[in-house]
Nanobody
């Protein structure tokens, strides 16, 4: 099993910034990918960003492109999501996910490709 623990969520004003962290433990794979998804009340889970653990390619959802940066720290087994210029529309529970099978030959954007999920962290952007 792989355990994922998110942190860094909170309440910010429009235009503010947050950095979310996802720490992985257990039987982790270094050949996969890590992703961030979010889900607001009444909406489907939405892809935010993803990055290969070894493959450096990154992917971003249209709604956040240009405002977020995903990165990872190999030594800490941790993935980060830096979010800037936040909007009320960004309010959601943000989930970290791990895709063990990512090989750099596809875009890890569908939620169903991920094998493990964290519990989520709440991000609220006030206007």
């Amino acid at each position: 099993q792989v355990q994922l623990v998110e942190s860094g969520g909170g309440l910010v004003q429009t235009g503010g910034s947050l950095r979310l962290s996802c720490a992985a433990s257990g039987r982790t794979s270094r050949a996969g990918a890590m992703g961030w998804f979010r889900q607001a009340p009444g909406k489907e889970r939405e892809f935010v960003a993803a990055i290969g653990w070894i493959d450096v390619r990154s992917y971003y959802g249209d709604a956040v492109k240009g405002r977020v940066i995903i990165s990872r720290d190999y030594a800490k087994n941790t993935v980060y999501l830096q979010m800037n210029s936040l909007k009320p529309e960004d309010t959601a529970v943000y989930y970290c996910a791990a895709d063990r099978d990512y090989n750099g030959r596809y875009s890890p954007t569908p939620s169903w490709v991920y094998d493990y999920w964290g519990q989520g962290t709440q991000v609220t952007v006030s206007s």
